[in-house]
């Protein structure tokens, strides 16, 4: 396993707890070069104190490039990060404020990197190599970063709110809706119309600013129940199904929508009201538009 190592606490703390777990571990730093003399001090460090591999990360400008530097060497292994759960609340706040979404830092990502302290705090870390004398290096250009404004600003004054405000925003991740994206994406919006398949022949359909579940369309072989209706038919390649926006007869101009305005068929109902089509073209209406070769008969739901 190799942990990537800047030289502070939690780096440090990660590359030490892992070999004394007995982990065969290596480090690498990736020198960043961004705060000249003391980039170099820092690669030094690493290389004397931790046995760290220095290689070459420079050119990156933000902090999603300088992370997907780091990131990019080494990928033949295993490799551990030092993030810790003080990291994971700084994410979430972050996160939340930028994006809206109160998510965090994966305890393993995709591409092989695993955070094996994120149960720990920071002060732990910080213990930590205390008790076992082991230098750390201090990155003084911390607090210009976002992380650093939310570290020294921010959640000082949420403490104040409540002494337990890191750990009331960690649970904000066990919490986390886990709505599919594309459910979120249908239910986010209330312009035009979108239906989403919810498997077992249910869909999820919204017209603007309605939503309805719908059975997907069943195939007219033998009678089919829908609603109060019961629906038979001997011409092979039909189905039933719901109404859809834009639904028109077959061989007419006519909408469906205008046929239930005109049969007086109330809006609420409209949604659950049976339709036989052969692919999109809706051949009868049951109760409304009737059609030589298909019987649907009213029962009681």
């Not at 820092?42 to 902090?63: H, I, N, Y």
Request: hydrophobic share 40%; aromatic share 4%.
């Amino acid at each position: 396993m190799t942990v990537l190592v800047s030289g502070g606490a939690d780096s440090t703390c990660a590359w030490h707890l892992l070999r004394e777990l007995g982990y065969r571990v290596s480090a690498l730093h990736v020198d960043h070069g961004l705060r000249g003399a003391e980039s170099d001090e820092d690669a030094r460090f690493c290389r004397d104190q931790l046995g760290a591999e220095v290689v070459d990360g420079r050119g990156g400008r933000t902090e999603d490039e300088l992370r997907a530097i780091r990131y990019s060497f080494a990928t033949d292994r295993l490799r551990a990060t030092g993030h810790t759960a003080s990291d994971q609340v700084e994410t979430i706040l972050y996160r939340l404020v930028s994006s809206g979404r109160a998510t965090g830092i994966k305890a393993a990502r995709e591409d092989g990197v695993v955070r094996p302290l994120l149960p720990l705090w920071r002060h732990e870390t910080e213990a930590y190599c205390r008790a076992h004398d082991l230098p750390v290096r201090v990155d003084s250009t911390n607090a210009e970063t976002a992380r650093g404004l939310i570290r020294s600003q921010i959640l000082p004054l949420l403490r104040k709110l409540h002494p337990a405000a890191d750990e009331n925003l960690l649970r904000a991740l066990e919490q986390r809706p886990t709505m599919p994206t594309a459910l979120g994406e249908l239910l986010a919006s209330d312009i035009g119309s979108k239906r989403l398949d919810l498997g077992d022949g249910v869909q999820l359909v919204r017209e603007y600013d309605k939503a309805w579940l719908e059975r997907g369309p069943v195939a007219l072989e033998g009678p089919v129940r829908w609603g109060g209706w019961t629906i038979e038919s001997e011409v092979e390649g039909l189905k039933v199904r719901g109404w859809r926006p834009g639904d028109r007869l077959a061989g007419r101009r006519k909408k469906i929508q205008d046929v239930f305005v005109d049969a007086k068929i109330p809006r609420s109902e409209r949604e659950a009201w049976p339709l036989v089509v052969r692919g999109d073209e809706v051949l009868a209406v049951p109760g409304v538009v009737d059609h030589p070769q298909v019987k649907a008969q009213r029962v009681s739901s």
